[in-house]
């Protein structure tokens, strides 16, 4: 193992926006020189130090090219709360993007997507309004092209109210240390463990599993 575990008080980014993100497709060439088709997250709870619960939260699939292809998000356990289907043009670039949520019965919407000058989705917009979620999400990037800042809008009729707000820059810097502070990942550069802690100790182990299409790629 490359990186060491450590301590981190809150949770951590890439586990506090979840599914609900383009966040994934920084690594898609991770993904993609490790053959990833399938990965799994899953998050253990702990009571004062101690495994209490296993909850899985996301299953994604990924093409031949790494990229996120369908996102399945779970709550309460086990429930599908969101599908999501991803569509690229010929030179990669996110063509379109369809979500079928709970909340909307798990009707079929697309998001209207813009993109900076260098073909990089900068906003995401749902067409019609879903109930409990987020109707506009905007993107920042840094300067070497990943995802630093992710901001989520709801619609309250003609005004826009910030739901969430994640800034990434910490885990951008810590994922590309040859030892972190905050991520366990293997030799291959696949993401295994994030721990998260509260000043009263372990709360949350989010854990990432892999596999291709004829192995699993995990230890």
């Keep these: 193992m490359k990186n060491t575990i450590a301590t981190l008080f809150g949770l951590s980014a890439l586990f506090s926006l ?3 993100s383009l ?7 991770v993904y993609r020189d490790n053959n990833v088709s399938y990965e799994r997250i899953e998050v253990v709870s702990f009571d004062n130090g101690v495994p209490a619960d296993t909850c899985l939260v996301s299953e994604i699939y990924y093409d031949a090219q790494g990229q996120m292809v369908n996102r399945v998000d779970y709550f309460a356990c086990g429930m599908a709360l969101s599908r ?26 697309h998001f209207q997507l813009k993109y900076d000058t260098e073909g990089r989705v900068v906003q995401r917009e ?13 993107y ?42 905050m991520f366990l990942r293997m030799e291959n550069g696949l993401l295994l463990v994030e721990n998260v802690y509260s000043p ?20």
């Design 200 to 219: 009263q100790g372990l709360t949350r182990m989010v854990i990432h599993t892999y596999q291709s299409d004829s192995e699993s790629l995990s230890p």
């Design 23 to 29: 966040k994934p497709i920084d690594y898609q060439l």
């Design 18 to 20: 979840g599914a609900q």
């Design 126 to 138: 749902l067409d019609q309004t879903i109930r409990n979620y987020w109707s506009r999400e905007r």
């Design 140 to 181: 920042t990037y840094n300067g070497t092209g990943e995802v630093e800042m992710v901001d989520q809008y709801r619609r309250n009729g003609d005004q826009l109210i910030q739901m969430k707000s994640v800034d990434y820059a910490m885990q951008n810097r810590e994922m590309h240390k040859e030892t972190s502070v």
């Design 84 to 109: 999501e289907q991803f569509f690229y043009s010929e030179d990669g670039r996110l063509d379109s993007n369809i979500i079928e949520h709970v909340f909307d019965k798990f009707t079929p919407r």
